[in-house]
């Protein structure tokens, strides 16, 4: 079977947005309905081939990565119903189009990461979040789910199914997400306080700071002793709104364009890297400012990278940042990239990164291109030992063995595969990987 859509042969290569994974698939699928979907995986299953669902391409691992069929989801991406607070949304809609149809409806989530690009389903299968002590991951809003099962069987699962806590972050590994109604809130204005500080004067009043505001992150900058506060709180009014110019001033010119050429010339003159930093760090300045929700939590990010993401208990964080600038200053290149930390409360979707604690998440990039495993092993090796769980989205070298120790529900998660995909229709090389074969 083939789609009557079916994009050109070029269609077949794929790359993902960091550009450190790419893959060449037998057959593209583009299904146009949840019917099409279910007689594509029915196919799949009865002839022994492999299906795997690919949304915008933002994750860093391999977890997309198709090399039998690779099925699009672009055309599921509409407004189904808007009921009170839920919304039913096709999975393929992407986070941006989500944002302004919750808008235009007085609808706002709850929460976001810090990017807008991802499909819903792409955002919540691998437990995309954002920071803030009441907060955990975006599955934590869904009310419902529909997917495509190993067998084809369209199946609706919510919070009467024991297989709830499984499918809400499935990484893929359970069916195809075809729709989701997503628990919303009513639309909110942000007040947003952003400014560099010392890294130790961050630190000292951390456990305040996260207690006292409804998101909190911050921004360390390697080779430094300086760091950039964030932090966002409701208001009751937008009364004072960024300036164009400044917006455009400091979003895109300074953290993009800007940020781009001196990552490049760092790639080039490797030694100038710390001195770019350090004036990097001291040229930030403060800036307060309100604005719709979903504006002050996303921002554009056009500067490509690679990234490593790690949770960890949130009492672990001083050993984890003491650690990092021993790890960086060994390393055999430098480090571009500013890491980020951001904090969340507990969750309860079995893969759920925050699994059942609070969590700090740290972040550490490397300029697309550039090298990173050594640094990104390294890290690893910290974060680990305390317990720590990788971003199913960001790069990292776990396998099952060792993910087994670190999620308490891991074999009840492998139990909700064997019953949706026994055949492994939808598994490939990632998913045998971190889940077994």
Same mark, same amino acid.
């Given at each position: 079977?083939?789609?009557?859509?079916?994009?050109?042969?070029?269609?077949?290569?794929?790359?993902?947005?960091?550009?450190?994974?790419?893959?060449?698939?037998?057959?593209?699928?583009?299904? !146009?309905?949840?019917?099409?979907?279910?007689?594509?995986?029915?196919?799949?299953?009865?002839?022994?081939?492999?299906?795997?669902?690919?949304?915008?391409?933002?994750?860093?691992?391999?977890?997309?990565?198709?090399?039998?069929?690779?099925?699009?989801?672009?055309?599921? !991406?509409?407004?189904? $119903?808007?009921?009170?607070?839920?919304?039913?949304?096709?999975?393929?809609?992407?986070?941006?189009?989500?944002?302004?149809?919750?808008?235009?409806? !007085?609808?706002?989530?709850?929460?976001?990461?810090? &990017?807008?690009?991802?499909?819903?389903?792409?955002?919540?299968?691998?437990?995309?979040?954002?920071?803030?002590?009441?907060?955990?991951?975006?599955?934590?809003?869904?009310?419902?789910?529909?997917?495509?099962? !190993?067998?084809?069987?369209?199946?609706?699962?919510d919070?009467t199914?024991?297989?709830?806590?499984?499918?809400?972050?499935? &990484?893929?590994?359970?069916?195809?997400?075809?729709?989701?109604?997503?628990?919303?809130?009513?639309?909110?204005?942000?007040?947003?306080?952003?400014?560099?500080?010392?890294?130790?004067?961050?630190? +000292?009043?951390?456990?305040?700071?996260?207690?006292?505001?409804?998101?909190?992150?911050?921004?360390?900058?390697?080779?430094?002793?300086?760091?950039?506060?964030?932090?966002?709180?409701?208001?009751?009014?937008?009364?004072?709104?960024l300036?164009?110019?400044?917006?455009?001033?400091?979003?895109?010119?300074?953290?993009?364009?800007v940020?781009?050429?001196?990552?490049?010339?760092?790639?080039?003159?490797? +030694?100038?890297?710390?001195?770019?930093?350090?004036?990097?760090?001291?040229?930030?300045?403060?800036?307060?400012?309100?604005?719709?929700?979903?504006?002050?939590?996303?921002?554009?990010?056009r500067?490509?990278?690679?990234?490593? $993401?790690?949770?960890?208990?949130?009492?672990?964080?001083?050993?984890?940042?003491?650690?990092?600038?021993?790890? &960086?200053?060994?390393?055999?290149?430098?480090?571009?990239?500013?890491?980020?930390?951001?904090?969340?409360?507990?969750?309860?979707?079995?893969?759920?990164?925050?699994y059942?604690?609070?969590?700090?998440?740290?972040?550490?990039?490397?300029?697309?291109?550039?090298?990173?495993?050594?640094?990104?092993?390294?890290?690893?090796?910290?974060?680990?030992?305390l317990?720590?769980?990788?971003?199913?989205?960001?790069?990292?070298?776990?396998?099952a063995?060792?993910?087994?120790?670190?999620?308490?529900?891991?074999?009840?998660?492998?139990?909700?595969?064997?019953?949706?995909?026994?055949?492994?229709?939808?598994?490939?090389?990632y998913?045998?990987?971190?889940?077994?074969?």
């Amino acid at each position: 079977m083939t789609s009557d859509n079916s994009p050109p042969v070029a269609a077949r290569h794929w790359r993902n947005w960091g550009g450190n994974q790419q893959s060449v698939a037998a057959e593209v699928l583009t299904p !146009g309905s949840v019917d099409e979907v279910a007689a594509f995986v029915k196919e799949a299953s009865a002839t022994g081939q492999k299906v795997k669902a690919v949304g915008s391409g933002h994750s860093f691992t391999a977890i997309a990565v198709a090399d039998d069929r690779r099925m699009l989801l672009h055309r599921l !991406g509409e407004l189904v $119903e808007i009921s009170g607070n839920l919304v039913t949304v096709q999975a393929g809609m992407p986070l941006h189009r989500l944002n302004r149809i919750l808008a235009e409806n !007085g609808l706002a989530m709850p929460y976001l990461g810090d &990017i807008d690009q991802q499909t819903v389903a792409g955002a919540i299968s691998t437990g995309t979040h954002g920071s803030g002590r009441n907060h955990s991951t975006m599955a934590s809003c869904v009310e419902s789910l529909t997917l495509v099962t !190993g067998s084809g069987l369209v199946q609706k699962i919510d919070s009467t199914s024991p297989l709830f806590p499984a499918a809400r972050i499935g &990484i893929g590994a359970l069916g195809v997400l075809v729709e989701v109604t997503l628990r919303c809130v009513e639309a909110f204005t942000l007040l947003a306080d952003e400014r560099p500080l010392p890294l130790s004067e961050v630190l +000292a009043g951390l456990d305040e700071q996260i207690a006292s505001n409804d998101h909190l992150e911050f921004y360390w900058y390697p080779y430094t002793d300086r760091a950039q506060l964030k932090r966002n709180n409701r208001v009751p009014v937008s009364d004072r709104p960024l300036p164009r110019f400044r917006g455009w001033l400091d979003d895109e010119l300074l953290a993009n364009t800007v940020f781009q050429g001196v990552c490049r010339l760092g790639r080039v003159i490797p +030694a100038a890297v710390p001195m770019i930093s350090a004036i990097s760090a001291r040229a930030l300045t403060a800036r307060t400012y309100t604005g719709r929700s979903d504006q002050v939590f996303c921002t554009p990010r056009r500067v490509r990278f690679t990234e490593m $993401e790690y949770e960890i208990p949130r009492e672990c964080l001083p050993e984890v940042l003491s650690a990092l600038p021993k790890i &960086i200053d060994k390393l055999p290149f430098k480090v571009q990239f500013p890491v980020e930390v951001r904090f969340t409360g507990p969750d309860d979707a079995w893969l759920s990164h925050g699994y059942g604690r609070d969590s700090a998440y740290l972040a550490v990039h490397q300029f697309s291109g550039s090298q990173y495993e050594p640094y990104f092993r390294a890290f690893e090796a910290v974060c680990e030992p305390l317990g720590g769980r990788p971003h199913w989205g960001k790069l990292h070298y776990r396998d099952a063995e060792s993910l087994r120790r670190a999620y308490p529900k891991f074999d009840d998660f492998l139990a909700a595969r064997n019953e949706l995909d026994p055949g492994r229709v939808f598994s490939n090389a990632y998913l045998d990987r971190v889940l077994g074969a």
